[in-house]
């Protein structure tokens, strides 16, 4: 009896498989279609959609058990991997997903190289005009704008604090840094990375250093409070449990009357199936619940107020924590 019983659930599982590779073949033979017919738009379009929905059905263990090997095996794949943004991501040439450089191809910083076809830059060009790449672009403006918002409110000279800063891409949307910034501080633990952000910003005022979060957690960071606090890109990395350290420290870092920024991506994001199929790209992705619960080593004695948004496509959730002025003295017996 038990051992029909397997049989039975054995094959049924088989049979949902065989109909969701059905599935697959339809949704990436319509891809390869659309490129070999040149319309990459299209084919990007319809690509993401489909493996988007695919994912919110079967989830990110089934992708990883057999999915994505399944995705990679079509033919599509080697026109995807023409593409520099789906090629580097899938490399991972730094050893982790989601590098500075990588992030420059979303924000269309420099030049694609002679070598790559007609076809990867096309697909290249399709793929960075996806909502979740606009939601990057958007995050970057965001965080420049913050900070010269901040400067108008304080109305002085005022100092922040990127963490995981990459090539400090924001700044760009700061007009008259000097004027503005009494001083900068970016951590992140790429050091190819911060070379570039100490080129493209020469500011006697900006001070990079070339180390991990832990060097923050463990409080080795020069003792300084700052206007503004932020971190983008990292915390979609993070576990819970590090998410809420890493949140508490970083509040420590926020001068009275200051302010504290962090971004996550949002579930259902539409292009989460094509990032886990094709550029073994994984992200922690977060509701508003989840993004409040960065909150939960933080002595709520010390805020102000808070606020969680999105941005306009909903693909971002940024949690955004405003200091006390005057931190209360703690009662002690
Ligand atoms: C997605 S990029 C974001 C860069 C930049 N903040 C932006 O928004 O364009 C992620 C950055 O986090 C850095 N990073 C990842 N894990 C880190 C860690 N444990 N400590 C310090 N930096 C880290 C990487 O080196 C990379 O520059």
Redesign the pocket.
């Known amino acids: 009896m038990l051992v029909q019983s397997l049989t039975t659930t054995t094959s049924h599982q088989e049979n949902i498989q065989g109909i969701t590779q059905t599935l697959i073949d339809r949704i990436l033979d319509k891809c390869l279609t659309d490129f070999e017919h040149e319309d990459y738009i299209a084919g990007v379009h319809h690509l993401c959609v489909r493996l988007g929905k695919l994912l919110q059905t079967h989830g990110t263990d089934t992708f990883q058990d057999w999915i994505k090997d399944y995705c990679l095996s079509h033919p599509v794949s080697q026109y995807l991997m023409q593409s520099p943004f789906t090629k580097r991501c899938f490399d991972k040439p730094?050893g982790?997903a989601?590098?500075?450089t990588?992030?420059d191809y979303i924000?269309r910083i420099g030049d694609l190289k002679e070598e790559h076809s007609e076809a990867g830059r096309m697909i290249h060009d399709a793929c960075i005009m996806s909502s979740c790449c606009d939601s990057?672009r958007w995050?970057?403006q965001h965080?420049g704008r913050e900070i010269n918002k901040m400067f108008d409110q304080k109305r002085r000279k005022i100092s922040a604090i990127?963490?995981?800063?990459?090539?400090?891409?924001?700044l760009s949307y700061v007009d008259g840094f000097d004027v503005k910034i009494e001083n900068f501080v970016g951590?992140?633990?790429?050091e190819n990375?911060n070379d570039v952000a100490r080129t493209n910003f020469p500011h006697s005022n900006l001070f990079i250093f070339d180390?991990?979060?832990?060097?923050v957690l463990a409080k080795k960071l020069p003792e300084q409070s700052f206007d503004l606090v932020y971190?983008?890109?990292?915390f979609?990395?993070l576990e819970d449990k590090l998410a809420s350290r890493m949140t508490s420290r970083m509040f420590d870092l926020v001068a009275p009357g200051g302010s504290m920024i962090i971004p996550n991506f949002a579930k259902g994001m539409p292009e989460q199936g094509y990032m886990e199929a094709f550029m073994d790209w994984y992200l922690i992705y977060r509701d508003e619940a989840q993004v409040f619960d960065f909150m939960s080593e933080l002595n709520m004695d010390e805020v102000e107020s808070y606020d969680i948004y999105s941005d306009p496509s909903g693909n971002v959730l940024y949690l955004k924590v405003n200091k006390k002025g005057c931190i209360p003295l703690l009662h002690t017996n």
């Open positions: 730094r982790y989601g590098d500075a990588l992030i924000y990057v995050r970057a965080l990127s963490i995981a800063s990459g090539h400090l891409r924001e951590l992140d633990q790429d990375s180390e991990s979060i832990r060097y971190s983008t890109g990292l979609d990395y």
